[in-house]
């Protein structure tokens, strides 16, 4: 086949016949897929309804299908020839695999959907529950092979919207247009099928007269996307579960729950948050007992003037005498920690230190040998936590670098994770080591089982003691360097996690997504605190919220943000996840004095210094 032309028409022959066969690439859940494994021409009856009393119904077919969404009557979409309801994809073949199975009614007026997939491995069942002004699905998908799995699993409504609206958030919205993907999510994340992971627990499209909202509770976080995709006509969500038989509390599943509702298509995003806080109030319950200023360090002692000023929260007290003082004036006195972190002083180290050098100090502590003891017994930066209480000085570092290995992350390559730098708070000449931990506090003898016995209970008693008490503890950088995207995959503490696992963006491994394990620590330190009345204080590094910073709202009290500072204007505008409900007061710690704290709780707001 010596002629250009007629090698031309071979290869266009052989792409056209292959086309023909697998189908056209499409744009699906911000990947490239192959239209085929997406289609379900099959025409399909519905034989079963679920209605909520506001008038949202789904009309299922007897495998499963989503043959039509209806509001009051009117139609929203009716199924075409894609698959609609519940699939699934296995990220490493690209398999596709639709979970048609059986239905059948319940209690209540249920629907259970069950589902084997032989030639997949895989066994799903959902429960669709109608409420009065929503409907539920819930569920599980799990694997029978024993081997580690990476899926995406689907649910899809059939919903005509072009010419519709989607919201970003309660002011960003974006008119839908034929053959494009609308999703708001953080991107470049080192996890899930497409690294996106959807910035808020709820996703709504909208017309002049319609509106539609998915949503997922936010005291369960999964890795998952909600998108509407316009070429498909599809409103769906996606979650990214990695099934390994590891989990010990769920061995090789993953359990899913979300919501779908309708809200005033009106007012969009921010009616459909509205009815999102009525739906789930416990979120979002006012816990602060009191309001202020938040001051930083020190003892407010040293400046009178703060109380007549506004302060009451009092974040990182000097000692003793300090919190006393706060005791007697009403302040909150706030026990700080970076609590994500162990940070290792090198700072007798004059040039940069190397990663075997951080790991070698890090094992000889934990070991007590008494050479490395005796350097950090010289360091400026060496209280890790910052409490020794009781606790000998070297059996501290010895007990807390024990802790710490046990509970390190692990990169990809089964390495721990360390970053090094030279950080002005170290001292000397200030080089250290950050190491990143997963403080599920049920890994044993870890890092985050050792600060809630330790560094916070016995932080309590010894100030008790000395006639102080504090008023709560203060989370530092929380899901800062790094970790508001940082993936552990550390098998050995696969075991402990109690959400489901996903798997890496690159390799398609299981891992343990950092910010979820925060959300597991916090929670037992928000049932040990609650009882006793304490406030409970986030603070995100660099005047953003991580990602996935809407599941932790239900345990905070207050949330602290560090945002940027111009000389004269500050100008904020908090997560529209938080902003329209009147239950969050949202504090700004700014650098100066009196002239720069502030004490935010509506939705958007500006404060002259």
């Known amino acids: 086949m010596k002629n250009p032309f007629y090698a031309f028409i071979f290869l266009f022959s052989i792409t056209a016949f292959g086309?023909?066969?697998?189908?056209?690439?499409?744009?699906?859940?911000?990947?490239?897929?192959?239209?085929?494994q997406l289609?379900?021409?099959v025409p399909t009856r519905p034989t079963f309804r679920l209605s909520s009393k506001d008038g949202l119904s789904l009309l299922l077919s007897p495998s499963g299908s989503i043959c039509e969404v209806q509001v009051k009557g009117e139609t929203y979409g009716k199924k075409g020839n894609w698959l609609s309801g519940f699939f699934v994809r296995d990220v490493i073949n690209d398999s596709i695999y639709n979970l048609k199975g059986k239905l059948s009614r319940i209690k209540n007026g249920k629907i259970k959907q069950t589902a084997e997939l032989k030639e997949a491995s895989l066994l799903f069942q959902a429960v669709y529950e109608a409420h009065p002004n929503f409907i539920k699905l819930k569920g599980s998908i799990r694997d029978t092979s024993g081997s580690d799995r990476a899926i995406t699993l689907?649910?899809?409504?059939?919903?005509e919207a072009i010419g519709w609206l989607w919201w970003d958030d309660i002011v960003a919205k974006r008119s839908i247009e034929e053959g494009k993907d609308y999703i708001n999510a953080e991107e470049n994340c080192p996890f899930g099928a497409n690294g996106k992971h959807s910035r808020y627990p709820l996703a709504t499209i909208s017309s002049e007269d319609k509106s539609l909202t998915i949503a997922i509770p936010m005291d369960k976080p999964v890795v998952h996307r909600l998108v509407y995709n316009s070429q498909t006509k599809q409103f769906f969500i996606a979650f990214d579960f990695a099934l390994v038989k590891d989990t010990a509390k769920f061995p090789s599943r993953a359990d899913f729950?979300?919501?779908?509702?309708?809200?005033?298509p009106h007012w969009g995003f921010r009616?459909?948050?509205?009815?999102?806080?009525?739906?789930?109030p416990s979120f979002f319950v006012k816990r602060a007992k009191k309001e202020g200023g938040w001051y930083v360090w020190g003892n407010m002692k040293d400046m009178p003037e703060a109380a007549g000023a506004g302060f009451m929260f009092h974040w990182g007290p000097s000692g003793p005498e300090a919190v006393k003082y706060d005791n007697e004036n009403g302040f909150y006195a706030l026990q700080y920690n970076e609590i994500e972190f162990y940070q290792l002083s090198l700072g007798d180290f004059k040039e940069n230190p190397s990663y075997n050098d951080a790991i070698?100090?890090?094992r000889k502590t934990a070991e007590g040998d008494k050479a490395t003891l005796d350097i950090l017994d010289k360091l400026a930066y060496t209280g890790g936590s910052g409490f020794f209480g009781q606790m000998l000085r070297r059996e501290y570092f010895k007990q807390i670098s024990k802790a710490v290995l046990n509970s390190a992350l692990n990169d990809k390559n089964g390495k721990t994770i360390c970053m090094i730098g030279n950080f002005p708070w170290i001292g000397n000449s200030g080089w250290g080591a950050i190491f990143p931990c997963n403080l599920d506090p049920d890994i044993p003898d870890g890092y985050g089982r050792f600060d809630l016995d330790f560094s916070y209970k016995s932080a309590f008693e010894q100030y008790k003691k000395q006639g102080a008490l504090l008023g709560g503890f203060a989370l530092d950088s929380y899901g800062g360097y790094g970790d508001d995207k940082r993936v552990n995959f550390r098998r050995e503490?696969?075991?402990?996690?109690?959400?489901?696992?996903?798997?890496?963006?690159?390799e398609k491994r299981p891992v343990i997504v950092q910010y979820f394990s925060l959300i597991e620590w916090t929670k037992a330190l928000r049932r040990d605190t609650i009882r006793k009345g304490f406030c409970l204080w986030q603070t995100a590094l660099g005047g953003k919220l991580p990602p996935s910073s809407p599941s932790p709202l239900p345990i905070w009290m207050y949330l602290g943000r560090k945002p940027p500072i111009t000389p004269t204007l500050v100008s904020f505008a908090p997560s529209p996840i938080i902003s329209p409900a009147p239950t969050f007061p949202i504090l700004l710690a700014l650098s100066g004095r009196l002239n720069s704290i502030?004490?935010?709780?509506?939705?958007?707001?500006?404060?002259?210094?």
């Open 598 to 609: 502030f004490y935010m709780e509506s939705f958007l707001g500006t404060a002259t210094i």
């Open 493 to 506: 503490h696969f075991p402990y996690v109690d959400f489901p696992l996903t798997f890496s963006f690159t």
């Open 19 to 36: 086309e023909g066969l697998l189908g056209e690439r499409i744009l699906y859940d911000s990947l490239t897929l192959n239209s085929s």
């Open 271 to 280: 009616s459909a948050l509205e009815k999102y806080y009525s739906l789930y």
């Open 154 to 159: 689907y649910f899809a409504l059939p919903i």
């Open 360 to 362: 070698d100090r890090l």
């Open 39 to 41: 289609l379900d021409p």
């Open 257 to 264: 729950e979300f919501l779908i509702y309708t809200s005033d």
